[in-house]
């Protein structure tokens, strides 16, 4: 079978690769005819693990090909995912104008039938509104069919949540359609995927709602964390009894300053916006964008009062990426807490294995470095934000020499506070108490 994906960003090329792997004949189509001529010779433009070779295994076996060339890809395709951006406007609501321009663009080029489904994350009506598209922009009447098939890609581990997935949903009114988006995932029968197979207003729907809780459970451990710290708890102790019970599970109740990246920030603010248009108040969502932007605020207090204030100091930091395994710096909060103490006269050094370029970018006062222990040369602390694998494992003599001060800021909860202590440093995490090296409490 043959298919086409519109848009070749994280999502697209992700999903284009692994249809690709699942033996079907994909073209990718997108109107950056740079990118598009980088990805024809196996060049992927962010950094996902796996995805370069998986791109480059699509392109040796003659399955995964790329074009600029709107016609070619819907004249080819029995089925067509649009997986274009839906950034943000000003009032948190999802701007479908690049969803939209797809839907004219397939609509002139269509001679037959097809299945026409959305992987980009939009919001309830999304659906019905592409249908009108079409058949506003047909040249002439042509059948087919609309089809919701959210995405639900962890950045880090995108290409394992394609080919194993926890679910797949598909929303649709048509048997149809169905049938044929059952075909496109028929590998995944084997290893008995369960398959959500609802109304389209639905299947757009939990996309939103999976995001939304899954934020509200990040900001609902960092209040926790918080109150952890006033009253002397341990938050690490009190999330694992928590996720110890079934019926709230362990994952996503790790404190730290914050979640990032291009979907919860992005997917809470829309929520939002649909419940107003709708004549409902989104409290518990409201509530936990206001927490996550606070909880940056906090990070950089807690660093101030570690430093003894900022101004004139210099900090190494550890991260960038809002996640480790990508170079995503969308709403990341450790670039935004370097920008923070950046603004507050502090001089930064800092080391990201995949995001130094971007971030070097967007912030160039930073002092980009080889490693992490360049970034801790000379520093008065350090400060880890992304918890890569490679900074799990620190020389911490080495580190130790590199620092003005043995002081170690983590706010991703990395290390263990006695284990800190007693290698000398000043050890400060996320609710936890702060660990002395003096004494060891």
């Not at 959210?150 to 679910?167: M, Q, T, V, Y």
């Not at 019926?247 to 979907?263: D, E, N, T, Y």
């Not at 890569?388 to 800021?409: G, H, T, Y």
């Given at each position: 079978?043959?298919?086409s994906?519109?848009?070749?960003g994280?999502?697209?090329?992700v999903?284009?690769a692994?249809?690709?792997e699942?033996g079907l004949?994909?073209?990718?189509m997108?109107?950056d005819?740079?990118?598009?001529?980088?990805?024809e010779?196996?060049d992927?433009?962010f950094?996902e693990p796996g995805l370069?070779?998986?791109?480059?295994?699509?392109?040796r076996?003659?399955?995964?090909t790329?074009t600029?060339?709107i016609?070619?890809?819907v004249d080819?395709?029995l089925a067509?995912?649009i997986a274009v951006?839906?950034?943000s406007r000003?009032d948190?609501?999802?701007?479908?104008?690049?969803v939209e321009d797809?839907g004219?663009g397939?609509a002139?080029?269509?001679?037959g039938y097809k299945?026409?489904?959305?992987?980009?994350?939009v919001?309830v009506g999304t659906g019905?509104?592409i249908?009108?598209?079409?058949?506003a922009h047909?040249?002439a009447p042509?059948?087919?069919?609309?089809?919701?098939?959210?995405?639900f890609?962890?950045?880090g581990?995108a290409?394992?949540?394609?080919l194993r997935p926890?679910?797949?949903?598909?929303?649709?009114?048509?048997?149809?359609a169905i049938?044929?988006m059952?075909d496109?995932?028929?590998p995944l029968y084997?290893?008995e995927?369960?398959?959500?197979?609802?109304d389209i207003?639905?299947?757009?729907?939990?996309?939103?709602?999976s995001?939304?809780f899954?934020?509200t459970?990040i900001s609902f451990i960092?209040e926790i964390?918080?109150?952890?710290?006033k009253?002397?708890?341990?938050?690490?102790?009190?999330s694992?009894a928590?996720?110890?019970?079934?019926?709230i599970?362990a994952?996503?109740l790790?404190?730290?300053?914050g979640?990032?990246g291009?979907?919860?920030p992005k997917?809470?603010?829309?929520?939002?916006q649909?419940?107003?248009r709708a004549?409902?108040?989104?409290q518990i969502?409201a509530?936990?964008a206001r927490?996550?932007?606070?909880?940056?605020q906090?990070?950089?207090?807690?660093?101030?009062?570690a430093m003894?204030g900022?101004?004139?100091?210099?900090?190494?930091?550890?991260?960038?990426?809002?996640?480790?395994?990508?170079?995503?710096l969308?709403?990341?909060?450790a670039?935004?807490i370097?920008?923070q103490l950046?603004?507050?006269?502090c001089?930064v050094?800092?080391?990201?294995?995949?995001a130094?370029?971007?971030?070097?970018?967007l912030?160039?006062k930073m002092?980009?470095c080889a490693?992490a222990y360049?970034?801790?040369r000379?520093a008065d602390?350090?400060v880890?934000?992304t918890?890569w694998n490679q900074?799990?494992?620190l020389?911490?003599?080495?580190?130790?020499k590199?620092?003005?001060?043995?002081?170690?800021i983590?706010l991703?909860?990395?290390?263990?506070?006695d284990?800190?202590a007693?290698?000398?440093?000043?050890?400060?995490?996320?609710g936890?108490?702060?660990?002395?090296p003096?004494?060891g409490?």
């Amino acid at each position: 079978m043959q298919i086409s994906i519109i848009g070749t960003g994280y999502v697209g090329l992700v999903t284009g690769a692994c249809f690709a792997e699942f033996g079907l004949n994909v073209i990718c189509m997108d109107t950056d005819a740079k990118r598009i001529g980088k990805l024809e010779k196996g060049d992927v433009p962010f950094y996902e693990p796996g995805l370069t070779e998986l791109v480059n295994k699509g392109i040796r076996e003659n399955r995964l090909t790329f074009t600029t060339d709107i016609a070619k890809a819907v004249d080819k395709a029995l089925a067509i995912f649009i997986a274009v951006g839906t950034p943000s406007r000003p009032d948190g609501s999802a701007d479908l104008s690049y969803v939209e321009d797809v839907g004219r663009g397939i609509a002139k080029h269509m001679t037959g039938y097809k299945v026409i489904a959305t992987k980009s994350t939009v919001p309830v009506g999304t659906g019905e509104k592409i249908r009108e598209v079409i058949r506003a922009h047909q040249p002439a009447p042509c059948r087919f069919d609309i089809v919701s098939n959210p995405e639900f890609l962890r950045e880090g581990s995108a290409i394992e949540d394609f080919l194993r997935p926890n679910r797949v949903v598909i929303g649709a009114d048509s048997a149809e359609a169905i049938a044929v988006m059952k075909d496109l995932y028929r590998p995944l029968y084997l290893i008995e995927t369960p398959f959500v197979v609802t109304d389209i207003a639905s299947a757009e729907m939990i996309k939103y709602a999976s995001n939304a809780f899954l934020a509200t459970k990040i900001s609902f451990i960092n209040e926790i964390a918080n109150l952890c710290e006033k009253v002397g708890a341990d938050v690490q102790v009190v999330s694992k009894a928590m996720g110890l019970d079934h019926r709230i599970g362990a994952k996503f109740l790790h404190a730290g300053p914050g979640f990032g990246g291009s979907c919860f920030p992005k997917d809470l603010a829309a929520l939002i916006q649909i419940g107003e248009r709708a004549g409902l108040d989104m409290q518990i969502a409201a509530a936990a964008a206001r927490v996550n932007e606070r909880q940056r605020q906090q990070m950089v207090g807690k660093i101030r009062d570690a430093m003894d204030g900022l101004k004139g100091k210099t900090i190494g930091l550890l991260g960038l990426s809002f996640k480790p395994n990508t170079n995503d710096l969308r709403e990341s909060p450790a670039l935004a807490i370097a920008e923070q103490l950046l603004a507050e006269g502090c001089a930064v050094r800092v080391y990201d294995p995949e995001a130094m370029e971007e971030g070097s970018a967007l912030l160039p006062k930073m002092t980009p470095c080889a490693d992490a222990y360049d970034a801790v040369r000379g520093a008065d602390g350090l400060v880890l934000l992304t918890e890569w694998n490679q900074f799990r494992n620190l020389d911490f003599e080495r580190v130790k020499k590199a620092l003005r001060r043995p002081l170690f800021i983590d706010l991703r909860n990395v290390y263990e506070p006695d284990r800190m202590a007693a290698l000398g440093f000043h050890y400060v995490s996320v609710g936890r108490p702060t660990r002395n090296p003096n004494t060891g409490a």
